[in-house]
């Protein structure tokens, strides 16, 4: 059995291995479990395209009986079957497996920043086969996937900060990958920046209210000690 991986929109072409095709010979080629007939050769210029499925989508060269699909759709994955009667009977089976192009992957950031981590979430839509994976240079760190494709398909990363590493987050099934190169500079250090530039206006703030009540209180009990004082003098 052969196996062929297709991209969606593209054309897929079944061979026979035949070189030429002689009077007489009959190939005939079914599609999915029921073995659905969809195209058979009779003779040298007899063909039939039977199937209302593949309709304007075949193509049969009546040389070799090559089958040709075009536009394949996800549902146009299965298993084809061509049956070739000529001085011997042989058959040859193919598994077509289509593919959607597999979507860029999105990074986020997903916790509060500390002052030495950074944590970020790189997520897709899922589909057949897909594989998420996180990658330091060529090194990859983790990855998932999930078979249930209503779902999306999530991965999450604690980096340092200070990291000056090359991050990327990379999404891929057998026919296409994609991958986004995370920033540190865009999703931790800016926030980073921002969060310490607060940090140290409430710090700020904060000393000088302090500031301001040991002052008060040192007017106080000035102000206690004199009218003690002025007291202590008007009774003697």
């Known amino acids: 059995m052969e196996t062929i991986d297709a991209t969606e929109g593209t054309t897929v072409t079944l061979r026979t291995d035949l070189t030429t095709k002689t009077t007489g010979d009959v190939i005939v080629w079914t599609f999915g479990p029921a073995d659905t007939l969809i195209a058979q050769l009779v003779n040298r210029n007899t063909v039939t395209l039977s199937s209302e499925r593949f309709r304007d989508r075949l193509q049969l060269d009546t040389q070799t009986g090559s089958l040709t ?24 089976q ?24 950074c944590t970020v979430l790189c997520s897709l839509t899922n589909g057949p086969h897909v594989n998420l994976s996180w990658t330091k240079g060529k090194r990859t760190l983790k990855q998932t996937n999930n078979l249930d494709v209503s779902v999306l398909l999530c991965l999450h990363l604690e980096i340092h900060i200070q990291d000056n590493h090359i991050y990327s987050c990379v999404a891929a099934n057998p026919i296409s990958s994609h991958s986004t190169q995370l ?15 607060v940090e140290r206006l409430v710090r700020l703030v904060l000393s000088a209210v302090v500031g301001l009540a040991v002052v008060a209180i040192l007017i106080h009990h000035f102000r206690s000690r004199t009218v003690l004082n002025r007291r202590v003098e008007h009774k003697f």
């Open 69 to 92: 699909i075009c536009n394949v759709g996800i549902s146009d994955s299965g298993v084809y079957k061509v049956l070739i009667i000529s001085v011997e009977i042989s058959n040859k």
């Open 183 to 197: 920033n540190i500079t865009q999703f931790c250090l800016s926030r980073v920046h921002c969060c310490g530039a």
């Open 94 to 117: 193919f598994t077509v497996t289509v593919y959607a192009p597999v979507s860029i992957p999105a990074i986020k950031n997903i916790s509060d920043i500390s002052e030495y981590l």
